[in-house]
């Protein structure tokens, strides 16, 4: 009955205290059997209208708006072409957030409801805490204390240097700040170690968008609440991902520097 007449996928049969996970289609059901099912939101508010059934759990979705569809998606794509186009990811976003909630594809409450709040106290945190390093001098003072540690080494080491410090800044200050900040120092580093400038500038170009180990990125950060993740799981995840990131641009750029020298 679930099946054919409501499109609902029973999963669970329970009387009284005995619970049944295994096919039950062909079972005969009784006043207090309870009845765990998967279905579509609209199946399920018609199943409550059943004068033989009891919706414990009322449907708390909303209804497909199907006719909205093909909106939606050109709305999407436009926001990704403005985006492409150089406006700034966030506003192309919200430009196109603004535009579904204008064309009724989107409720406004349905709108402020998705919003997930830690991702964006994560980031109100993180922003001024990137500012600060850069006004303050403290990143400059790390880059500086870095590169110069290891600037007699060999030119693998300084590679691997300049590529963690690319990648640290990056979490915690945005991708372009920390190439701006980070190309005149290793470039000078370049200079006075041998190693050539323009192969540090590109290894730090490369690693300033390495940031996969944590929801700063707008990317991952728009990717936090739908898929459920939690900043664990991105230094779980992203931590392998930044480690391999690392070690195939270091190794491409010192091959590059071979071929070259």
């Not at 199946?43 to 569809?69: C, F």
Request: net charge negative.
């Amino acid at each position: 009955m679930f099946r054919k007449e409501y499109s609902l996928e029973p999963i669970v049969h329970q009387h009284g205290d005995i619970e049944n996970r295994a096919d039950f289609s062909d079972m005969r059901l009784t006043a207090g059997d309870i009845i765990v099912a998967f279905g579509a939101w609209d199946s399920l508010k018609i199943l409550a209208g059943h004068r033989d059934l009891l919706l414990i759990t009322p449907p708390e979705g909303v209804s497909i708006r199907y006719d909205k569809g093909h909106l939606a998606v050109l709305i999407f794509a436009a926001s990704l072409i403005l985006g492409m186009a150089g406006i700034p990811l966030s506003l192309a976003l919200l430009t196109g957030v603004v535009a579904m909630v204008l064309t009724g594809v989107l409720k406004i409450d349905e709108a402020y409801r998705a919003i997930d709040w830690k991702t964006v106290m994560l980031l109100g945190g993180l922003i001024p805490l990137g500012i600060a390093m850069e006004k303050s001098g403290a990143a400059e003072m790390l880059a500086n204390g870095l590169t110069g540690a290891v600037g007699g080494a060999h030119p693998v080491f300084l590679l691997f240097a300049v590529a963690l410090l690319a990648t640290g800044l990056s979490l915690v200050i945005s991708n372009v700040a920390a190439t701006v900040l980070l190309v005149p120092l290793v470039m000078l580093t370049g200079f006075n170690t041998g190693v050539d400038p323009r192969a540090l500038a590109l290894l730090v170009a490369i690693c300033s968008q390495n940031s996969f180990i944590l929801p700063t990125h707008q990317v991952n950060a728009l990717l936090m609440e739908p898929g459920g993740y939690t900043t664990s799981d991105y230094l779980k995840a992203g931590g392998v991902m930044t480690l391999i990131f690392i070690a195939v641009a270091v190794t491409l750029i010192y091959a590059m520097v071979q071929l070259q020298g």
